[in-house]
């Protein structure tokens, strides 16, 4: 199958999948009743994501994957750091507060096994986390620790409770200036703790 439209389908399945979640949450979204919605063959769900586990890992790593290109992009070209984060940190508030990762961090807490928890952290958390300490490397100049001291900071200046009140259903999707306000406090806040 072509790349693209390969590429149509594995969307086109995600945006069933999506659906689904939101309507009958993690249990009640069969991969037949996906593949249905998707117009897919439930033979292709199974040959491409091998379960309904490995089709929540592939929506987890969609769902995270423009972060990680746009952070890896900025340490590969050694950006400055303050700009990346300055640059990166509304795309990932969108992104962590959007319907999409509140509907995979609802399936992943209401799993009893833990299991759906583990692979969300594997392919978002463990993915994201270490490429913004990475760019924290150049504000702690090279320590290690001090940069992920301040990766930890930054990130809770930046979220702080946003994302467990939207998984809970108590916040309503943000709007772009509530995005954009939240961003230059937390960035605000950031530089006064890393001003010398």
Do not use: C
């Not at 594995?10 to 037949?32: F, R």
């Not at 987890?60 to 950006?79: C, H, M, P």
């Not at 692979?119 to 463990?126: E, H, P």
């Not at 009140?165 to 943000?174: D, N």
């Amino acid at each position: 199958m072509r790349e693209e439209m390969k590429k149509r389908r594995h969307e086109a399945i995600a945006a069933a999948a999506y659906t689904l979640l939101a309507e009958k949450g993690y249990d009640g979204a069969s991969m037949l009743s996906i593949a249905k919605m998707a117009k897919a063959s439930n033979e292709t769900l199974y040959r491409w994501y091998g379960d309904k586990q490995g089709l929540f890992r592939a929506l987890v790593q969609d769902n995270a994957a423009q972060i990680a290109d746009e952070l890896g992009r900025a340490i590969s070209r050694n950006d400055d750091p303050l700009q990346t984060l300055e640059r990166v940190a509304p795309v990932f508030l969108n992104m962590l507060l959007g319907e999409r990762a509140v509907l995979l961090n609802r399936a992943a807490a209401s799993e009893p096994t833990g299991e759906l928890g583990a692979a969300l952290s594997a392919n978002g958390r463990d993915v994201v986390q270490p490429l913004f300490k990475d760019v924290m490397m150049g504000v702690a100049m090279g320590d290690s620790a001090k940069a992920e001291m301040l990766t930890g900071a930054f990130l809770g200046l930046l979220v702080g409770d946003l994302q467990i009140k939207r998984v809970i259903g108590v916040a309503p999707v943000p709007t772009a200036a509530q995005i954009d306000a939240r961003v230059t406090a937390g960035l605000y806040l950031f530089s006064k703790l890393v001003e010398k």
